[in-house]
């Protein structure tokens, strides 16, 4: 080779060739390695970590926009303490800027009744698990009334640090229509019920009832 270039595991790279000007040398840079130009080349394993961190932002950009326009409600906390929350949650909770929620404490929007089964579903995330199912959970509006909410959860990266991710379907209204379903339901048992007792008392009333006919033909002839 008329010049040639050794990496640091001493394998050889292509030859430089000459141009115009003359043979180029070959510089090594900070990890033994050269550029063809003589300049000095960007250690493969910080050109990695530069491409992962801006994977990693893309990523999470890209995250923020989906919840953002999402009609679910999402709220993102660390340590208990809420750090991102979209518009659909807020408007959930009575709320018009999410910004309102940010620094709250997540427990304090959950009803008193059922903040034991939130904290024993906090216990399997901070556990192996990586998410857990939606249950029904209730939660405090800005206005005292409590919601019925669908919420489900699990472990995201959230402007680069480990948080919990929380979605929220509002069923307040599916509940209040089932209810109405089973009143109606009872109430047309109840019914049916009723209307068979009164076939079944009926029935005998009928039948004394032609029986003082008779009684009362046959007095009426004997007189």
Known sequence: MSASAWDFQGVPSPPI??????????????????????????PASVAGSDDAVARLRRSEASFRALIESSPE??????????????????RMLGYDDPAEL???????LVHPDDRAQ????????????ATVPFAEE???RRDGSSPVASIAGGWVHFDGEPMIAAIARDITE???????????ERAAAL???AAGVAHEINNPLTYVILRLDIIASIATRAG
């Open 17 to 42: 060739e000459d141009d115009a000007r003359g043979p180029r040398s070959a510089a090594p840079d900070g990890d033994g390695r050269t550029t063809a130009d003589g300049g000095r080349a960007e």
């Open 73 to 90: 409600g999402v709220v993102v906390h660390r340590d208990g303490v809420i750090r991102y929350a979209n518009l659909a949650f807020a």
């Open 102 to 108: 940010l620094g709250k404490r997540a427990m304090d």
């Open 118 to 129: 939130v904290v024993d579903r906090l216990r399997v995330l901070g556990g192996d698990a």
């Open 138 to 140: 209730r939660l405090v």
């Open 174 to 184: 599916r509940r209040r229509l089932d209810r109405q379903m089973h009143q109606a």
């Open 191 to 193: 019914g049916a019920l």
